[in-house]
């Protein structure tokens, strides 16, 4: 049996880092943090994830970008982002006021990318976390990258080496048949944690104009239809590894967090939920305050 | 500064053929908020609905705010169906809001359907010195009739089935006159605010009351976006106004 109440109010510890508590915000759903201190302090927070940040400025998909399916949300925003260099001037200044761990999310478009982020932001900021989005679609042959073990055991590999100290995150993607073929892979390349599960990939149509809703066509699928899938891979990515996991799919209240810990996550990313209640976030960040 | 509130329903009334006016209490933001600037609700409970619904304040009392909403589908439905007493989870005021004009240039509002919803509250704080150009399908679709005649100068009715003032959209209704305004300000269908644009001369100051699907509306999802000048700007943040000549149409 897993001691929930003291699992609630512990302290993560994932290679040099000791994260105060296991309730995180999850890559996509905090922008870099400034618009939610307006409603919530984030120095409650174990974690906060920023937005997926490329090497480049990205200026994101054309709307429509999301909709809203059965229990869940469609999503296609296309990684807008204002590049490592907008994130070093821009945002990391503002996060500096509060003593939230900050942990990037980086999303390189090759191995290459990955470790420039990473080596930029060592030379300029201080940060306590590298989350590897390993879901890259390489547009050119329609895959995505992120499916093949070799490839994420490389990438990981490449930026371990250049982190220092910076515990390293690899966020696969859960678009496989065996998830713990990505995860052995990641751990392989020297992982610090394993973060799952990143969107499922899917598509709504509007019936009357038979097209699809998103301009993108295809999204991203997060909330609570997907937190099965997610509490799956979990438990399956735990039965074969010791590394600690850092669960997220469709959270919505304590039961959910919950669940993730009896599956076997270290601690929990908070997502779809920063969009629909603050009042629940907080009840979740404040149950975690030990 | 937006805050989520739990309120109470204090009347939801149908005031035209699919519309509702629903007005709720929250005496703080009655007192604080600016118009065009909106409320992200929460309908139903659970995750019947997982997102919430956007609708711009529509009107206040010292006490409540209402908004106004036509039936489209299944969450504006489930609204309908709030009665008096009932609670109600909102977030807001979002958005960045306009300050009322003080200055008396010949000003319009020209609004297609439930565009009206976003106006009135700029109505109400602005100089009397504004024309309403008001599109509906037909007679059935006009709310406050009554109360818009006393608000503008005038009010120019258009609909598609000739019902109800000229027949005709709103945008071939506001050509006609648009010689005699220096600013507006239009909230409809993107296609009405793009006919919009097509026919006003360049010498009025345009603003534009725009929508996109949207999630979070604070600006934390990146979801609802629109082609600016520069960039790709979020409706509910930086929005919902853009001056007309700031939009890639």
């Known amino acids: 049996m897993v001691n929930l109440d003291k699992k609630r109010v512990s302290p993560v510890k994932i290679g040099s880092v000791t994260y105060p508590n296991p309730i995180w915000l999850a890559s996509g759903t905090v922008a870099f943090g400034a618009e939610l201190s307006e409603i919530l302090d984030l120095n409650m927070l174990g974690g906060i994830v920023l937005k997926g940040t490329t090497l480049e400025p990205r200026e994101g998909n054309p709307p429509p970008r999301l909709v809203e399916t059965p229990s869940g949300l469609l999503n296609a925003i296309g990684l807008q982002n204002p590049g490592v260099e907008g994130l070093i001037k821009d945002k990391l200044p503002f996060l500096k006021q509060f003593k939230v761990p900050v942990i990037l999310n980086i999303a390189g478009k090759h191995e290459d990318e990955y470790v420039s982020i990473v080596q930029r932001v060592a030379e300029e900021a201080e940060v306590q976390g590298y989350e590897l989005n390993l879901s890259c679609p390489n547009v050119e042959n329609g895959l995505d990258l992120g499916t093949d073990p070799q490839w994420v055991e490389s990438v990981v590999k490449k930026v371990k080496k250049v982190a ?6 690899a ?14 892979a990641a751990e392989n390349g020297g992982a610090d944690a394993i973060s799952l599960i990143n ?3 899917g598509m709504a149509f509007n019936t009357h104009t038979q097209q699809p809703i998103l301009a993108n066509k295809i999204g991203g699928l997060s909330g609570p239809a997907i937190r099965p899938v997610a509490i799956r891979m979990v438990y399956q990515v735990r039965q074969t590894t010791s590394l600690p996991i850092v669960g997220m799919g469709g959270i919505m209240n304590q039961h959910d967090v919950d669940e993730f810990y009896i599956a076997g996550a270290d601690c929990v990313q908070l997502g779809t939920l920063n969009f629909v209640d603050i009042h629940q976030l907080r009840s979740l960040i404040n149950t975690a305050q030990s | 500064m937006f805050t989520q509130e739990i309120v109470t329903v204090t009347e939801n009334k149908p005031v035209a053929e699919g519309y509702f006016k629903l007005s709720f209490n929250a005496p703080e933001l009655a007192k604080n908020y600016d118009p065009i600037q909106f409320v992200n609700v929460k309908v139903g409970s659970g995750t019947e609905f997982l997102l919430r619904k956007p609708f711009s304040i529509y ?7 209402s908004i106004l909403f036509k039936i489209y589908g299944k969450g504006t439905e489930r609204l309908s169906q709030y009665k008096t007493g009932d609670s109600l989870d909102i977030l807001g005021p979002l958005g960045t809001g306009v300050v009322p004009p003080k200055d008396n240039v010949p000003t319009a509002l020209i609004v ?11 109505a109400l704080k602005m100089p009397k010195q504004f024309d309403l150009f008001y599109g509906v399908r037909n007679q059935g679709e006009v709310v406050e009739k009554q109360e818009w005649s006393e608000l503008a100068n005038t009010v120019f009715m258009c609909s598609d089935d000739g019902s109800c003032g000229e027949k005709g959209v709103v945008s071939t209704l506001f050509q006609k006159q648009a010689s005699a305004y220096k600013k507006i300000y239009v909230c409809g269908p993107h296609a009405m605010l793009k006919a919009v644009y097509d026919v006003c001369p360049e010498t009025i100051e345009s603003f534009f009351i725009t929508e996109e699907y949207m ?5 934390i999802c990146m979801g609802c ?8 700007k979020r409706i509910c943040k930086e929005g919902p106004v ?8």
């Not at chain 2, 853009?242 to 149409?249: A, L, P, R």
């Open chain 1, 164 to 169: 220092g100290n910076v515990p390293v995150l």
């Open chain 1, 171 to 184: 966020k696969i993607t859960p678009n496989v048949t065996r998830i713990t073929d990505l995860s052995k």
């Open chain 1, 199 to 201: 969107t499922l990939v």
């Open chain 2, 59 to 65: 009107d206040h009392t010292d006490t409540d705010i």
């Open chain 2, 112 to 122: 297609g359907g439930v565009g009206i919803g976003s106006v009135k509250a700029l």
């Open chain 2, 215 to 219: 999630a979070c509306g604070f600006g």
């Open chain 2, 225 to 232: 976006v629109i082609k600016t000048t520069s960039g790709y």
């Open chain 2, 242 to 249: 853009f001056k007309g000549s700031e939009i890639i149409w």
